[in-house]
């Protein structure tokens, strides 16, 4: 019998729930319970950590899990890694569920980092006005330019002082558009852009406001998931996900 683990926190997750709630399969939704009020899904869910690797795998047992889909975000490399791991020990079939990741196109300044240090390094030493387009996990290494006005975009009030001695918070859920998202820099004289390649439509207004201002985007690019070959395939779509569930081999 199957029994599905989503771990979840996408818009893609969030799709693929609502196809695998009307297809009446058994399957538990997972947030990482980093926001104060999650999207909530037509599943049965479960938010926190499973404590590591072996929590994981010890959850998978207890739960009957047959299959887990990761489609958690592209830069939260730790529990895909963790899930990579517990799957194997608990001999459970896993897939990552994965939106492909953005390109430049013509008019686009982007400069492409591998890290968010290197993308510290890359802000100007002069001082900008930077929208800082990461979500509020990543801020501390940014106090290494303390100089700049850091605007930024969360889902939740920050609950806890902010790293950065100079910053605007706009509390906003996306999906977002070009429209706002141009006022947006515009409003608060945004001189560069930092993002991570999140890929995906509902983030993506930024990077085309970038465009039409003529910024420069410091883009971040994606952390690798360390896997075997075949123990992770990655799916692009809900179908091909729903394939892979009826055939995991595949």
């Given at each position: 019998m199957t029994r599905i683990l989503l771990l979840g926190g996408t818009t893609e997750a969030s799709t693929l729930a609502k196809t695998l709630a009307e297809a009446g399969l058994d399957a538990v939704f997972s947030y990482a319970g980093r926001t104060a009020k999650p999207v909530s899904q037509p599943l049965p869910t479960r938010i926190g950590g499973f404590g590591g690797v072996e929590g994981l795998a010890a959850y998978l047992k207890t739960e009957s899990i047959t299959h887990v889909v990761d489609?958690?975000?592209?830069?939260?490399?730790?529990?895909?890694?963790n899930a990579v791991q517990a799957c194997a020990a608990a001999g459970v079939a896993l897939c990552a569920f994965e939106r492909p990741a953005w390109q430049a196109g013509e008019g686009d300044h982007w400069l492409h980092v591998d890290s968010i240090d290197a993308a510290v390094d890359a802000l100007p030493d002069a001082p900008a006005r930077v929208f800082l387009a990461i979500g509020k996990q990543n801020l501390t290494q940014f106090a290494a330019k303390p100089q700049h006005h850091y605007l930024?975009?969360?889902?939740?009030?920050?609950?806890?002082?902010?790293?950065?001695?100079?910053?605007?918070?706009?509390?906003?859920?996306?999906?977002f558009d070009v429209a706002g998202d141009s006022a947006l820099m515009?409003?608060?004289?945004?001189?560069?852009?930092?993002?991570?390649?999140?890929?995906?439509?509902?983030?993506?207004?930024?990077?085309?406001?970038?465009?039409?201002?003529?910024?420069?985007?410091?883009?971040?690019?994606?952390?690798?998931?360390?896997?075997?070959?075949?123990?992770?395939?990655?799916?692009?779509?809900?179908?091909?996900?729903?394939?892979?569930?009826?055939?995991?081999?595949?």
């Open positions: 489609a958690t975000h592209p830069f939260a490399a730790q529990m895909s890694t930024l975009r969360l889902v939740d009030e920050p609950d806890a002082p902010l790293p950065l001695p100079h910053t605007t918070v706009e509390i906003a859920r996306g999906p515009q409003r608060h004289a945004v001189t560069h852009v930092v993002a991570k390649n999140a890929g995906g439509a509902g983030a993506a207004a930024k990077l085309t406001a970038a465009r039409s201002l003529n910024l420069p985007v410091i883009m971040i690019g994606r952390p690798e998931v360390p896997a075997p070959a075949g123990q992770r395939p990655i799916k692009g779509s809900v179908a091909e996900v729903m394939a892979w569930l009826s055939h995991p081999a595949d």
